[in-house]
């Protein structure tokens, strides 16, 4: 079963959001789906380094 997604709506820089849509595009990955993936890495690295 594909876990559960939220809808948020959040505001980022102009600047950042050019830089994550060719990232995103770079990975064939949708800009959601980017984002969730970065996401992701950063919230286990930070869980990881508090252990």
Known sequence: MK???EKVSITLDSDLV???????EQDDRSFSQ???LVL???V???E???R
């Open 40 to 42: 992701k890495t950063h």
């Open 34 to 36: 980017y984002i969730n």
């Open 3 to 5: 876990p559960l997604k």
């Open 18 to 24: 050019i830089k994550v849509k060719e990232l995103a």
């Open 44 to 46: 286990e690295s930070v």
């Open 48 to 50: 990881k380094d508090n």
